[in-house]
Structure formats: C-alpha cells, structure tokens
C-alpha cells in the first residue's frame, strides 16, 4: 500500500511525521505493508518547483493509494504569482475528490475546553459533508481593477453523488441528515434542496431536514447536539465545518477526509499551517493523527483505524495537551504517547 | 415625520405594536410629530394584493421617512409563485439600502443567558457592516431541473461605499476594522480586499485587519470580544450577523438598520416571522424596540434613541424575560414595561 506524504507548510511537516510513525507502527505490528514517500506541495512546491502542485508530486499522488496531507499556506508566499491555496483547489479537482468529510466531536476529558457552555457542548457529535469541487470555488471568474465576478453553479449529477454520499453516512450513524441551503435566495439552493429531497426516497430510514445556512451557523452555537450529519455545498461546508470545528476545544484535533475519485483519497488535519508555531515542536498533532485514522478507514481496515483512534482518544483522556488546549506536551511527545497506547 | 409601518407575518405585527407604541410616547412627550401609516407586506401582501411588495407600499414606503419593519415568511407561502421574502430584497433594492448595520451585544443581566462560556462572552459588543444590495443575492440566475447558477459580482464603486460606512462607524465606536472576505479563493473578495485597503488610507485612526469568513466563523465563537466593527459582503454577512447574534442569549433581543438610500431607511428585528408563536403575545419585542431606537437615530433624534435604549437596558435589567429567555413576561407586558421605564 502505497502512501504518498504532502508536509507542505509550516507545522504540516511536524504534525504528518507524528502521524507517519503512528503509522508505521501500525504496520509493522499488523504487517499492513504500507509504504511512504513525501513530496513537495503548496508553499513548498513553489519554492522547490515554482508550483503548488509540482507535476512530480501530482504523478505520485494518482499513483499512490492514499495521500496524508499536512497543511498548505503562509504569508511568506501572499505575493506568488500562484499560492500555496491553488494547489489545494487543483488537487481536489485532479483526483476527482468531491466529498470533503469533516467530523466534530468532544473528545472525552476536553469537555471543558469548549468556547461553548458544557451543557450545550457535550456529547456534540457530528459529521460535515461538504461538496468540495463544485460551486464558487471552481466556478468562472473574471477580474479587473473596477469589478469582479465568480459563478457559483451546480448540476444535478454533482448534487445527487454528494447527497448519496451523506445519506450512506447517515445511514451508519444516528440517521439525521440537514441539508444546509439558501434556498429562499439562491437558484443553486433550489436545485440543491429538490435534488436531495428526491434522493432522500432512496433512504427512507434516515430523517431528512432542511435548513437555511444563516439559520444553521446560529444553531451550531445554540444546539450542536442536535446534528448527526449535515450536508452541504462548498462554501458553506467551509465556513460551517470551521464554526463547528472549534467547539471541541481546539482545531488542533480534528482530521478530515476528501473522497470520491477513482484514485487515492486525501486526509488532512483541518488546522492550518500556522507558521509562528512552525519548526518549535507545539503543533498538536491529534489533527493529523485523526487524518491517518480516516485514512486507514478508506483503505479498508477499519480495526486499525479503530486501534488508532482509541490510542488518540486515550492520550487525550490521559491529560497529554499541547499549547493549542492550555499544555506544555509537545508535538513529538503527544504523539510517543499515542504510540505507547497503540502498543 | 412619516413612519411607514410594515408588520409582515407571524409575530412581525405583535412585536412592531409594541415598538410603534414606545415610539408615540416619545413622540407626545417631546413633540417630535412622528405619524405613522401601516401597509401590507410580505406573506400579508401576498395574501391581499398577490406581491409581497404590493405597489401601493413601495409608493409609501419611497414616500416615507423611515420604514419600521416587522418580520417576513412562513411555510404558509412555501409554495407561492412569488415568495415573501423576494418583497424583502426588492425593497431592499428599490430603496438603495446597500449597508446593513447588526449591532450584536451582551445585555447586562443576560450574561448567564448566552452559549458561550460567560468569560468568553462577557462584553461582546460588535458592528457586523453588511454589504446589502450586491453579490450573489442580486446576481443574474439560472434554473432548471438538470443545472443551476447564481452570478456573484462587485464592483469598486459598491465595494467603496460600504467600505465608507464601516470606516466611518468604526471611528466612532473602538476604531478597529475587520473587512472578512474568501480572498485565497474568490475574485469578488480580492477587490473587496484591495479597494477596502486603499479606502482605509483615507482612515489613519482606524486600525484595519483582513479575516478569511471560515477564520471568521471561528473567531466570532471562541474571541467575540476582539471584534469592534465586522465589514463584510451580502452572503457572508448574512451568516456572521446571524452567528453572533445568538451569542447575547436570544436572536429576539437585536434590531438592524438598512440604509444608504437616498430615501428612507429600513428598520427591523433580527428575528424572524417565528409562525408557531404569532398572536400568542409571548414575543421578544425587545428587538423590534431596539429597531425603533436605530431609526430615532437615523432620523436625527440621537437623545431619544438614546432614552429609548436606556429604557430598554433597563427592562432587561429589572428581569423581565419573554419565552425566548426561559421566562413568562408577555410581549405586550415586556413593551408595557419600557415604556414605564421611558416615563
Ligand atoms: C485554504 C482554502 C482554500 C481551503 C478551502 O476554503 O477549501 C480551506 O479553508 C479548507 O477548508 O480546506
Ligand atoms: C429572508 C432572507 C432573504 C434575508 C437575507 O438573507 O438577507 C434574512 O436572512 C436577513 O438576513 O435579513
């Protein structure tokens, strides 16, 4: 099994090697042959390549069996002629990857590092699935000094494979599905509600509502409980799964896959590349750990993800925090605490 | 001084009653000579003339010297050729409102009422200046069963007059200026970003940060306080306003303001037409007061918006909560009680 490593940007490298030798114990102990090979992307690809996406690094990736990403970005790269971000946008596109899957949750002993009151917060526990190819991001655009366009459209093809992707989602879960639309302004919002209310008879088990997306970003504050798995289009998935993401405590802590291609899939932490922190050994590295386990997922051996997920929840429960939760644990030690508790 | 009133649906009559009447206090006590017409609008103008922007009520309202708005919708018109929520951005358009001010705080007394952590909450007290008659809510649309697409442009000159406001508002409150765009992907927000940057040289004493809206969606829950005034576009206003405003406890405490026209300017609670709830007297009219308080002001009336706040304060300070708050206090008692505090 092949496994191509993107570091990328400021603490990305840190944080993909603690989750690489997470790995590699995994490996070798259940003898998974997984096998790695790092590549430069984003900031890196452009400094090494004079691109985001160096088309040695995007070879690889189609060629591998999975892609473990670190993270993308910095200021230092601001006046590139392509940034660092582009390349992220290109690779989604390239591999195909339309399903951007972005669960939130409180880990158990972090009750209290949430920005929201406990009685609100705990037991939240939800997935995102955001649409990741489609809409303002890869629509048409056009720009001069005096004005400024970008189209948002979708198809129906593009709606349906997403919504199957969250119903199939929801059937494995609490079976609630929001579907999460401006559909009293938008003509996108109105196809996109039609489509997956369509769809929705195909999934008579699982509960289907609608909310309009201003409605939802205050209902994330107020009742997250209520949230099993919430689809939705590409903006909104991004500004939506990041309100969400910091009510477990810390962004530090959250992984996410982007699936849907024929080729690999691509798992990420959700946390940016934070180049103050980058090179001092304080990221958090759960994040990218919690990326391995999806990944692991994916690649069909959900007992060694499960293996990997536990060890995580574990040193979590056992006090380990880094700068991000108020510690003093380093990326390094958080993740030889991980690794103790998988052996 | 002409008021149009424009009570809309479900509680929009109950709660604008209440604002109207703290409003004819004033009036008589001071003389300020405020007259007030009421129209149709909304699902009510649907229901009498077929258009939730009947003629007759446009030709008011342009006629007017403020517009005191109730609210708008309900699954009653779900199905309606015209929904009532289109009478809502036509009027929007016809009267130039291009800036929408949300003020958003934390009512003294209320501090245990907001999902946020209190130490995080505490003295929250934020201008989120949203862009109100452009981008995708006004862009050209296509529609059919198979594809959609919704155009999102801007130009300098919309981009700058907004951008005026906002500086101009934070001058007068703690001079720092957060503009939010999706500058790393979007080419509407990279001259959003540019020209707010040039405007802001016309500002020295305003201190002007750039906030992607997923880093915004963040930041509005776990550092509300950090924020002085919010500049931001139509659809990313839309959801931030909406995000912050649950942070004060209930959505039912906060009015806005539209303006910009060269006509009268739009007045009205945050909340919406709340159908379960109409003509049961339990709103929040706190809200539609608070509107009522942003109108004196705009009408030159600064003392008495200023004597109508202070009333306000000082109801929610003596405790009187509607059901929104978890209390008892009837909508039409809760108005009675302000204007107790206005005598
Ligand atoms: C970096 C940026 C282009 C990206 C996005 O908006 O998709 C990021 O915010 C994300 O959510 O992965
Ligand atoms: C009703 C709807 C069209 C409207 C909007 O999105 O502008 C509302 O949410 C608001 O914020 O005033």
Redesign the pocket.
């Given at each position: 099994i092949n496994i191509v490593i993107l570091p990328g940007d400021g603490i990305g490298p840190e944080v993909t090697t603690e989750a690489v030798r997470c790995l590699e114990l995994l490996s070798r102990a259940r003898g998974l042959g997984l096998r790695f090979t790092g590549h430069h992307f984003g900031g890196a690809g452009i400094d090494a390549h004079g691109d985001p996406l160096p088309a040695s690094t995007l070879a690889a990736c189609k060629a591998a069996n999975a892609v473990l990403l670190g993270a993308v970005g910095g200021d230092k790269w601001d006046e590139a002629p392509i940034r660092p971000e582009a390349g992220l946008l290109r690779i989604r596109a390239e591999l195909g990857l339309y399903a951007n899957l972005r669960p939130a949750r409180i880990y158990k002993g972090l009750e209290d590092a949430s920005p929201l009151r406990a009685d609100l917060a705990q037991g939240t526990d939800v997935l995102v699935v955001r649409e990741l190819t489609g809409g303002l991001y890869f629509g048409a655009r056009t720009y001069s000094d005096e004005a400024a366009s970008d189209l948002c459209s979708y198809s129906r093809p593009e709606i349906e494979r997403i919504a199957h992707i969250a119903f199939h989602a929801a059937r494995g879960r609490r079976r609630k599905l929001c579907s999460v639309d401006?559909a009293?302004?938008l003509a996108t919002s109105k196809l996109w509600r039609k489509v997956v209310s369509e769809i929705a008879a195909g999934y008579p088990e699982v509960e289907l509502s609608h909310l309009?997306v201003?409605a939802a970003a205050m209902a994330l504050v107020t009742r997250p409980r209520d949230f099993d798995v919430i689809l939705t289009e590409n903006l909104f998935g991004d500004i939506l799964s990041d309100e969400l993401s910091v009510i477990g405590g810390s962004i530090g802590l959250l992984g996410s896959a982007s699936v849907g291609g024929d080729g690999p899939g691509l798992f990420e932490p959700i946390h940016g590349s934070a180049p103050p922190l980058a090179g001092k050994d304080v990221a958090n590295p759960a994040g990218a750990i919690a990326s391995a386990a999806m990944m692991l997922t994916e690649l069909g051996l959900p007992e060694c993800a499960q293996l990997l997920t536990v060890s995580l929840e574990r040193t979590i429960e056992e006090g380990h925090r880094t700068a991000d939760l108020g510690g003093t644990t380093r990326c390094s030690e958080f993740g030889a605490r991980v690794r103790d508790n998988l052996r």
């Amino acid at each position: 099994i092949n496994i191509v490593i993107l570091p990328g940007d400021g603490i990305g490298p840190e944080v993909t090697t603690e989750a690489v030798r997470c790995l590699e114990l995994l490996s070798r102990a259940r003898g998974l042959g997984l096998r790695f090979t790092g590549h430069h992307f984003g900031g890196a690809g452009i400094d090494a390549h004079g691109d985001p996406l160096p088309a040695s690094t995007l070879a690889a990736c189609k060629a591998a069996n999975a892609v473990l990403l670190g993270a993308v970005g910095g200021d230092k790269w601001d006046e590139a002629p392509i940034r660092p971000e582009a390349g992220l946008l290109r690779i989604r596109a390239e591999l195909g990857l339309y399903a951007n899957l972005r669960p939130a949750r409180i880990y158990k002993g972090l009750e209290d590092a949430s920005p929201l009151r406990a009685d609100l917060a705990q037991g939240t526990d939800v997935l995102v699935v955001r649409e990741l190819t489609g809409g303002l991001y890869f629509g048409a655009r056009t720009y001069s000094d005096e004005a400024a366009s970008d189209l948002c459209s979708y198809s129906r093809p593009e709606i349906e494979r997403i919504a199957h992707i969250a119903f199939h989602a929801a059937r494995g879960r609490r079976r609630k599905l929001c579907s999460v639309d401006k559909a009293n302004v938008l003509a996108t919002s109105k196809l996109w509600r039609k489509v997956v209310s369509e769809i929705a008879a195909g999934y008579p088990e699982v509960e289907l509502s609608h909310l309009y997306v201003d409605a939802a970003a205050m209902a994330l504050v107020t009742r997250p409980r209520d949230f099993d798995v919430i689809l939705t289009e590409n903006l909104f998935g991004d500004i939506l799964s990041d309100e969400l993401s910091v009510i477990g405590g810390s962004i530090g802590l959250l992984g996410s896959a982007s699936v849907g291609g024929d080729g690999p899939g691509l798992f990420e932490p959700i946390h940016g590349s934070a180049p103050p922190l980058a090179g001092k050994d304080v990221a958090n590295p759960a994040g990218a750990i919690a990326s391995a386990a999806m990944m692991l997922t994916e690649l069909g051996l959900p007992e060694c993800a499960q293996l990997l997920t536990v060890s995580l929840e574990r040193t979590i429960e056992e006090g380990h925090r880094t700068a991000d939760l108020g510690g003093t644990t380093r990326c390094s030690e958080f993740g030889a605490r991980v690794r103790d508790n998988l052996r």
